[in-house]
């Protein structure tokens, strides 16, 4: 990799925090790209992944938006650009939000970036790489009534983009992180959210990248007493579409709802990895992770639900659901709890098959086409996720995956 590897010595000596990215660089370098060999990587097609095919931007590369990106903004009451990982401004002040750009090398659980993602070779190589990370800040009590947009959008080779939200005590917001563009590129996104003391974040992420993107993101959330995250991430674009959303409910009482939702055609990997960390008593969480694959393409789900010893009262349900929509297109699921406490609930499940006959008979019974009726199944599969979604957004997102479905080809037996 010695064309990206001077990409990136050159970004990195260029910037006013150097020492740090080195140390990062340094941990990458050390590691190397996973192989197929470890574990939770074995599913993926790393063998067509060659860094050399990407360099570093010296400064973002602006188009204008797309015809989508330009809808979802009309809806926002903030909007925060992004392209190619760097932050490029934010619309009209919003009472009791800030947005700054800021070179730090600090997580929001207070430690050091490079130790806390020590064993996360791509989150390494954003530490490294991310030209700053973009702070969104929302104060104390302060209730955001229509959603802030994150337009995350890449134009040039690669896109290290690093976002931190946080709401303080008793606040509210809903928030939208939107990635597109990413033709042959490589996109790297880091993100974490704090959710104060009784405070409620609503978090839609939406990659919608090109087919030839590779993208590897990870978010964390860190949840206080009576924090609630309410995330979905919706996955459509990419290549190899990797996705790890993890949450650690720190306080009595915290929750986390996590939807997560990919369709997969053509050759695609859609690949989502989650975390779910009680170290607190009476906290809650539910997964539920729905996605389809059709043509040769495949899914893969792994999720942990981890509870401390002490974590007393905990209630966490983990749920995974496939489509098969073609001979030729596979799942793979992976539940795990990982429970070290005895007074708590817990339960998983996951399923992997085609539509249902029986449904698509009563259906063509009725006079509807089969290939109508198969159209309806699978849009009422992903209309439990969509319909979470808040109102001003949910019939834009929703309309978006319907034109996606129609494009999908169905084989069943």
Excluded at 41 to 55: I, K, M, Q, S
Excluded at 59 to 68: G, H, R, V, W
């Amino acid at each position: 990799m010695k064309i990206f590897a001077e990409s990136a010595s050159s970004f990195i000596s260029s910037r006013p925090d150097t020492l740090s990215r080195q140390l990062a660089w340094v941990g990458f370098e050390s590691a190397g790209l996973p192989t197929t060999s470890d574990e939770v990587w074995r599913y993926a097609p790393l063998g067509e992944l060659d860094l050399d095919r990407f360099t570093l931007a010296d400064e973002p590369l602006i188009a204008a938006d797309s015809a989508f990106a330009a809808q979802l903004c009309q809806r926002a009451g903030l909007v925060v650009r992004i392209v190619d990982g760097y932050y490029v401004g934010a619309g009209a002040d919003l009472e009791g939000v800030s947005v700054l750009s800021v070179d730090s090398s600090e997580s929001l659980s207070g430690e050091a970036l490079v130790r806390r993602y020590e064993s996360d070779t791509f989150a390494l190589m954003n530490v490294a790489l991310a030209p700053a990370t973009t702070v969104i800040r929302v104060g104390a009590g302060v209730n955001v009534e229509r959603p802030i947009v994150v337009l995350n959008v890449t134009n040039g080779t690669s896109s290290f983009a690093r976002t931190q939200i946080v709401l303080e005590r008793g606040a509210n917001a809903t928030v939208v992180e939107y990635f597109e563009g990413g033709a042959n590129a490589l996109v790297v996104p880091l993100s974490e959210y704090e959710i104060g003391e009784n405070a409620a974040l609503g978090l839609i992420t939406y990659q919608r990248l090109a087919p030839s993107a590779w993208h590897v993101a990870r978010t964390t959330g860190f949840l206080s007493r009576d924090g609630r995250l309410r995330q979905a991430v919706i996955g459509i674009g990419g290549h190899y579409n990797r996705s790890r959303n993890d949450a650690e409910m720190l306080g009595l009482g915290s929750e986390n709802e996590l939807r997560t939702t990919f369709l997969g055609s053509g050759s695609q990997v859609h690949d989502f990895r989650t975390h779910q960390f009680h170290k607190a008593g009476r906290s809650r969480c539910t997964l539920l992770s729905k996605g389809a694959v059709a043509d040769e393409s495949r899914s893969v789900y792994t999720g942990l639900i981890e509870i401390e010893k002490g974590a007393k009262r905990t209630d966490a349900r983990q749920t995974n659901h496939n489509l098969l929509l073609s001979p030729s297109a596979h799942a793979d699921s992976v539940p795990n709890l990982d429970i070290r406490e005895n007074d708590v609930m817990c339960a998983h499940a996951s399923s992997v098959g085609p539509l249902d006959e029986l449904q698509r008979w009563y259906l063509e019974s009725r006079g509807v086409t089969r290939g109508d009726a198969e159209r309806l199944m699978i849009q009422g599969f992903f209309n439990e996720m969509l319909t979470t979604l808040p109102d001003e957004l949910a019939g834009l997102v929703e309309a978006d995956v319907t034109s996606v479905l129609a494009t999908v080809r169905v084989v069943t037996p």
